[in-house]
């Protein structure tokens, strides 16, 4: 248990802080973007992204990966806020708590397993194009504000970003360009938008928000409205907690507990709908910072909530001018490394099929901004072309010894390769007995089982008498239950047809 906790707590406490504190940096600005986007103040996602961070350390199931207020689940707000006020997200945040503990507790983290390889490499570059959209509508935005000195700040903050694990790793490169960046702009008091220009940071500590929630009517109208919203926040926010913790597993070569993380990011959201915020998730973009800048344990996940909270009390003003530029600098470094490279030089040598899929990720991801929706065509697709591919590996031979033919069939049958199951059987060729040796096929739906009973009853229908072979306990159990070429009457009910 001591040595569990030390692995998990306490691997490279200075690391930890050190990219805790990177984070803490980065999810400002992101916070009170995304409030923008709920269309909600800057402390309702700030105040999320401290409670969500802190608890999760705690709770979750993965140890260095962050989780706070994200741009995934601000989407899905739409006129939430506008058409009935704070108080129903509040609510919709804790009943998406609520959905996703019972999702943890039935092991959702299964699900996962339906997700393909090419789905996941298309989630993660989609979300890796997203970042950089973000940060090039940030430079369009100073170019047209006439802040061009913006574009060789970033220059800047990148080559240090780059450059400086050349002299020394000792200390995160993201957090040095940050404060460099903020020294040389400050210094020489340059035109340039920064953090504070985003909106009002707050000045205090999160509070119980009993003001909003006593708005709340309760009743089974503000159910029925906050339901539909509370049930797309919880399988958003799983699916991008879960591919995150899984993109985690394999940059750290470490496991993570899936079903626990699942439970855990239930408990962060109730806690910070009750302090005043949003639901949320696990962001992709920082707990690749956090990996990248150091971070493995829950100390980093932890340091994140609670430098976040030191930074907007302590060091708010501080914090308000550090240009926008340090921060984009960090996030196209986010960008650069969370992009699959291999996937152009994968384009050529993996299966067509495979590539569709993650190119269909990504088109609907960026074209949607909703992650749901992509990994969902992705995920059908995945399974429109296994189903596909599966149904072309069925072989159908066939032997004649007398007045009996037998038929061997080898492989899968099931609704896409029921209509080559049925064409492989001649029913013109007149002989006194057909076998049917399905001892190397399995059948496993009603399509199957309607295409045997067709054969069956057409031999019959010709005179020929019909013997299956080899069926296993499943099949069998399906084609007793759902088949009828056995049951009375059914070459007369055939017959009239």
Request: aromatic share 8%; hydrophobic share 55%.
């Amino acid at each position: 248990m001591s040595s569990r906790l030390t692995s998990q707590w306490f691997p490279n406490v200075r690391a930890d802080l050190l990219a805790g504190l990177v984070v803490a940096l980065a999810l400002i600005p992101e916070s009170i973007a995304f409030s923008v986007i709920a269309n909600v103040d800057p402390q309702v996602c700030l105040f999320a992204s401290v409670v969500i961070a802190v608890t999760i350390a705690f709770v979750g199931g993965r140890s260095a990966m962050i989780s706070a207020s994200t741009g995934a689940i601000a989407l899905l707000v739409g006129d939430l806020v506008k058409d009935h006020g704070l108080a129903y997200l509040l609510a919709a945040s804790m009943l998406t708590g609520i959905i996703q503990i019972v999702l943890g507790l039935v092991n959702v983290a299964n699900v996962m397993r339906f997700v393909s390889a090419s789905v996941m490499t298309g989630f993660v570059n989609a979300l890796a194009i997203l970042y950089m959209i973000t940060q090039a509508n940030e430079l369009i935005l100073a170019g047209n504000m006439g802040s061009w000195v913006t574009f060789p700040l970033v220059a800047g903050g990148l080559a240090i970003i780059y450059l400086f694990p050349l002299i020394t790793k000792a200390v995160p490169s993201p957090l040095i360009a940050i404060v460099v960046i903020s020294l040389i702009a400050n210094f020489f008091e340059m035109d340039v938008r920064r953090v504070k220009d985003l909106g009002i940071l707050p000045t205090g500590l999160p509070y119980l928000d009993f003001e909003n929630w006593k708005l709340l009517p309760l009743t089974w109208e503000t159910l029925l409205i906050i339901l539909p919203v509370s049930l797309s926040f919880s399988v958003v926010g799983l699916l991008e907690s879960l591919m995150t913790a899984q993109i985690l597993d394999e940059f750290t070569d470490t496991p993570s507990d899936k079903n626990k993380e699942a439970r855990g990011q239930g408990i962060a959201n109730i806690a910070s709908s009750l302090f005043g915020g949003i639901a949320g998730c696990a962001m992709i973009g920082q707990s690749v910072i956090n990996v990248k800048s150091g971070g493995r344990g829950r100390l980093s996940t932890l340091t994140s909530g609670v430098v976040l909270l030191v930074l907007l009390l302590v060091m708010n003003t501080q914090v308000g001018n550090i240009p926008m530029a340090a921060l984009v600098a960090v996030m196209i470094m986010v960008s650069i490394g969370t992009f699959n490279w291999a996937t152009f030089k994968n384009l050529k040598i993996q299966p067509k099929m495979t590539s569709i899929v993650m190119l269909a990720t990504v088109g609907t991801v960026v074209g949607t901004h909703n992650l749901a929706i992509g990994v969902g065509v992705g995920v059908l697709l995945s399974g429109i072309f296994f189903a596909h591919k599966v149904s072309q590996v069925i072989g159908i031979t066939s032997e004649l010894s007398g007045d009996t033919r037998t038929y061997t069939v080898r492989g899968q049958i099931f609704f896409a390769s029921a209509d080559t199951f049925g064409a492989a059987f001649d029913f013109k060729e007149v002989l006194s007995k057909i076998v049917i040796d399905v001892s190397q096929a399995h059948f496993w739906d009603l399509t199957s089982v309607g295409a045997l009973d067709k054969v069956v009853l057409k031999y019959r229908r010709e005179g020929a008498e019909v013997e299956i072979l080899g069926m296993n306990e499943a099949s069998a159990t399906i084609v007793g239950r759902l088949g009828t070429h056995d049951k009375p009457g059914a070459l007369e009910r055939m017959l009239d047809h």
